[in-house]
């Protein structure tokens, strides 16, 4: 029998969260087209709604979903310059701030319209206007909602972002996007996470670099959105009753601002690319462990509860940012 102090260690459960994280990542390098970070939230999920997760790993489940999750978001941040902004042009920055614009503001919109909790609203939106799960993480102490919301949220960002690799290049031809820089700019500034946008790119020979450029200033409005919402929220904070003990949402949480200095730093200096190497590998690493902890969270009766509701938000919200950012990129193409 288990003494408490082994049941509320940590150790195990990130010991089978690094286990599960490191299947995904043995599989994306057995067959490169399927995403590391995908198989780990499926396979998380199946053994959480299969019952076989032991009770043990919990303690250890929460810090990989949570602390480990905020780690690879700061990491993120040395794959970022502002330099990928200024090489983006301005029509190109127009379009990538449009998007973001028209994809959070109409998430939004939509959640509300199919009554689905406002966190839930919140966090979809962020992880299709941004970056997925990473956005989601930076998002979540704003939202103050329940875990349930959270794993609605990555299920389906999870879930456009896997159909995206497959749907996009089918439609890129009846499209009109025959150049593969265009196809790449559609792209980065429709698919939600990183790993899906290259994934996706890679599809078309000469198509990746302009995805990468657009993603990755779509990468960098993160800090931004997350203070802006923060901010309003804190005003709105005022104007409510205070529940006992309740707290104001962060400004900014702490990991944000991490991710921000990151940047500043990878603009500002010129880093060994050793450096960037690691920490790029890092961040995928621990995204994909976290990843698998997300998954865990992915019961079938969450889902259940949120009905077909949360489905649709996802699929009106994945079919929102890809036609705005493809009115944006025919415009300037």
């Not at 939230?41 to 602390?67: D, S």
């Not at 449009?98 to 109409?106: L, Y």
């Not at 206007?129 to 909602?145: L, Y």
């Amino acid at each position: 029998m288990n003494s408490p102090a082994t049941v509320s260690s940590p150790v195990p459960g990130l010991v089978l969260a690094a286990l599960g994280g490191g299947l995904g990542l043995l599989v994306h390098w057995w067959f490169p087209g399927v995403q590391a970070g995908t198989v780990a939230v499926v396979l998380g999920a199946v053994l959480v709604n299969l019952g076989v997760l032991p009770e043990w790993a919990g303690p250890g489940l929460a810090v990989a979903a949570k602390q480990l999750l905020r780690l690879a978001v700061v990491l993120l941040g040395f794959a970022l310059s502002l330099r990928e902004v200024a090489q983006l042009g301005g029509p190109g920055l127009l379009v990538v701030l449009a998007t973001v614009a028209c994809a959070f503001t109409g998430t939004l919109v939509l959640a509300r319209a199919l009554k689905l909790p406002r966190a839930t609203g919140l966090l979809v939106a962020t992880g299709f206007s941004i970056c997925g799960a990473s956005a989601i993480a930076a998002m979540e102490p704003m939202a103050r909602g329940k875990k349930d919301d959270t794993a609605v949220a990555v299920s389906l960002v999870t879930l456009c972002g896997t159909l995206a690799i497959v749907v996009l290049p089918l439609l890129r031809l009846p499209l009109g996007l025959v150049e593969p820089a265009t196809f790449g700019q559609w792209v980065g500034a429709s698919v939600h996470d990183v790993g899906q946008t290259v994934a996706t790119a890679n599809t078309v020979p000469g198509a990746l670099e302009s995805a990468v450029i657009v993603k990755l200033t779509r990468v960098v409005l993160l800090a931004p959105m997350v203070f802006g919402v923060g901010l309003y929220l804190r005003r709105r904070w005022q104007d409510e009753p205070r529940d006992e003990g309740a707290r104001k949402p962060p400004l900014v949480p702490l990991f944000v601002v991490g991710f921000l200095a990151a940047i500043l730093v990878n603009s500002l200096v010129a880093l060994p690319q050793g450096f960037l190497q690691v920490a790029h590998t890092s961040q995928e690493a621990l995204l994909t462990v976290a990843l698998f902890a997300l998954g865990t969270t992915i019961r079938w009766q969450v889902m259940r509860r949120a009905g077909g509701r949360a489905l649709v938000l996802g699929l009106l919200a994945w079919l929102l940012v890809a036609s705005v950012a493809y009115v944006g990129v025919r415009m300037i193409s």
